[in-house]
């Protein structure tokens, strides 16, 4: 997960703004989507099978353990491309095949950082992808957040390291993410322009642990990148007494990464056919690609087993629902929605195909609200399903959440979106740093999302009507 | 803290038999030892100055920050020591000095660990103290536990990595790190008659984060060693399911590290002067010297706070008590006890002089027990003592605990102790790890363990009569 929810949300209301009023009017489909008795009783047997169901967990655990960190266009990354393709098969799906992502490579081969001086010791740090390779030794300056740093005069940091020690906020939805990854994002290019020769930040996490959080960093046009690093929260912490002792403290931050040309993974997709109307598809997925530092597990080997094993529980049913189901194992999220953008890229014309989509892609806690962007005419089957969901302890929350990042722009472009909220409270206690690794899970909170993807994928499936994907761009997904 | 508390439990259980029996009834000082109750309230009002106290904190804060990592031999040591006369001299204490400590020298360089193969991966891993250099490609085969380990053949490993995935359990005595160490001194042994090329252990810790968990190890005599290394608890449970996969893996292990030749370091002593008998003194203390890994907080920072903050609180008192307070700084505790047995060597002629010795090595949680074991006689002044902890939480427990691992070779030659046990539910959470560090310590629980020491050193050294300190070889400590 690279996205803040909060921003995605942000979107979100605007697209369901555009969505639900004038073009519903206009719309052919306006007839009420509805969803069958037996459709829904079919629903609700399903669910149950689900919870008591480990198909999820033995996904994920395959993923993490026999491929691990997989960082796009890594060789654990073609690895999982490889596993991927077995797994769908492996778990009887009707039709997988492979839809080739081209990105810039970006790869780490070491970093290190270390106080030197009177009190020399060592820093736990990690370089945010995206940030070139460099060797700087020099003095810290702090700041407290983004702001303060945005408002350092230009020149003023000249031959200094920016080192920015803001504080994230835990929360269920994920929201103190959204300035942290706004500090990760925006603040190297700051730094820049204040004349900086490193940027150095407190991670963006809640944890109290020296696994430094890394992700995705970018830099304005017309700036020299100069090299950008995230310290462990006790290491932010320890340079911040430091400094307070008001003598100069210089750090040596040494980086060995950078992008390395172009490399091509792929959207990994299986299908499980719909009885009658297979060419429509109801798509759920997460997104396959990790960061290097830990196995990739709630970060989003969760989303892929989640989707997996929903897909699967559907296409073991007596009787399909009426649509496909296409579970997409998305390509390199983590460094710019790759694979979201070659899925839209490639079938933005077939979006009328598209019954409505869902991404996994905020670990793997329990679910706990369910809502829909889909035009006014289709919250009466949502509603439908969000009483099915309901005994799984998931709320109906219309005019909340978004699709998730690899969604995101095909949402922009007319793809109707669910969204299945995760309690998130723990989740930037691991996100982008070694510790995301499958202990983290817990089966049952897992088996939860399976069965609450799997209800949502096979009613939606088996509606009676759409929910309101149909071309035009609505609003761009925007980061 | 390298010794297992249920080691050294055992170990003063046979001491405190040796020191109530048959002595007892010979000895001159068999008149019940007291306190009288103007000790008794100065006391009381001294554990309520302390509690609301913050030194203890400000000095854990300034050796963690300002000389951060030190372990034995490095220059960071080198600055601790420096540090810690300095922070004496600062907090009043009458008289500062320096005994030298001399040790065999262990480096750590670098260490790296890798399944290699097709299912490619690092592993988060740090070499055990004492190990060698190597780098070792081979093949893992797990075992259970130690016993299994020591089970296997002679000859059944060669070319094999041996690798015991054993799991030490929570617990608030620490118990149960007495088999977690013991598999660490003796499993790396244990895999080369076996034929092992080299030993990976599940790390001794009750975590689940990838800080792997260092401690010393030591090699049998006659064995050749090879290279010894902890993974983190994920890395443990990684390579498990791994070898569950059912086919050969190998693992990469580079460790760059060994002893290289002596050092010498320092026990750092402060005294605050008692108003009668300057000449008897209480030792209070903990160690100075801390792993590489982390800042050396719970351990053993924490403890040198504790004594010093209780030290300096004495000190400031209107009425200092009749003996002398003597703080110790023990150095390099975690490679063998070198600081403790080198006060043993220098001191062990003056035991008559020691009044009873306590050593707080065991983090910074709230302390919950007190018991001592002095002789018979001396018990009734050991109750009036508890009595004054009470209202901190802490309960009376005689026949329980030990002395703290520095104190335990004198309490084998006739130091009597005292034993104020910490709430150690956490400690293996952080120690010997990179976490280690200021933010896992709770001020107020370190505050409440300044205010004990405060009041256990102030009574002893207040009491009328002794607590059996006398010379004698009571029972040889044992690891």
Redesign the interface.
């Known amino acids: 997960m690279r996205f803040a929810p909060t921003l995605l949300a942000a979107v979100l209301a605007a697209t369901l703004a555009a969505q639900t009023a004038p073009s519903q009017a206009a719309t052919p489909t306006a007839t009420p989507t509805t969803l069958s008795p037996k459709s829904i009783d079919a629903a609700t047997q399903l669910r149950e099978r689900a919870l008591a169901d480990d198909t999820g967990w033995k996904v994920v655990?395959s993923l993490?353990?026999?491929?691990?960190?997989r960082m796009a266009g890594s060789?654990?990354d073609a690895?999982a491309v490889a596993w991927a393709e077995a797994k769908f098969k492996a778990l009887g799906f009707d039709r997988v095949w492979t839809e080739p992502v081209t990105f810039p490579k970006w790869e780490r081969n070491s970093e290190s950082a270390a106080?030197v001086g009177?009190?020399?010791?060592?820093l736990?740090v990690t370089a945010l992808g995206g940030s070139p390779a460099g060797t700087v030794e020099a003095e810290v300056v702090r700041f407290a957040d983004l702001a303060a740093l945005q408002a350092a005069p230009a020149g003023s940091l000249a031959g200094k390291i920016a080192f920015v020690d803001y504080t994230m906020a835990r929360a269920k939805d994920g929201g103190g993410y959204g300035m942290g990854s706004r500090l990760r994002s925006a603040g190297p290019s700051a730094a820049i322009r204040a004349g900086a020769a490193a940027f150095l930040m407190r991670s963006a996490g809640t944890d109290?642990?020296?696994?430094p959080h890394t992700g995705i960093t970018r830099f304005d046009d017309g700036l020299t990148p100069i090299p950008s690093a995230a310290l462990a929260?006790?290491d932010a912490?320890?340079l911040s007494?430091?400094v307070a002792?008001g003598k100069p403290i210089k750090v040596r931050l040494a980086l060995d990464c950078g992008w390395t040309g172009t490399a091509t993974s792929a959207n990994v997709i299986g299908e499980m056919r719909g009885r009658s109307k297979p060419d429509e598809v109801v798509v759920i997925g997460g997104h396959l690609d990790s960061w290097d530092l830990?196995?990739g597990a709630i970060d989003d080997g969760a989303g892929v087993a989640i989707a997996m094993g929903a897909g699967k529980l559907i296409g073991d049913m007596k009787v399909r629902p009426a649509r496909t189901i296409r579970v997409v194992a998305f390509a390199n999220e983590e460094q710019g929605l790759h694979g979201g953008r070659a899925y839209l890229a490639k079938h933005e014309a077939d979006v009328g195909k598209h019954q409505i989509a869902a991404e996994s892609d905020f670990g793997a806690g329990r679910i706990y609200a369910f809502s829909s962007g889909a035009p006014e005419y289709a919250q009466g089957a949502i509603r439908q399903i969000a009483d099915v969901l309901a005994p799984l302890g998931i709320a109906h929350t219309p005019g909340e959440g978004g699709p998730g990042p690899d969604i995101g722009p095909f949402a922009g472009f007319g793809l109707s979106w669910a969204a299945l909220r995760q309690d998130g409270t723990d989740y930037f206690d691991y996100h982008h740093?070694?510790?995301d690794?499958?202990?983290?899970i817990d089966p049952k909170a897992l088996a939860q999302n399976v069965a609450a993807y799997a209800v949502f994928a096979y009613l939606a499936a088996d509606a009676q009507g759409d929910f309101g994907s149909k071309p035009g761009k609505v609003t761009p997904p925007h980061e």
């Open positions: 655990e993490t353990t026999e491929v691990g960190p060789e654990g690895r106080v009177a009190h020399s010791q060592r736990a109290s642990h020296r696994n929260t006790p912490a320890q007494r430091l002792l830990g196995t740093t070694p510790d690794t499958l202990d983290k």
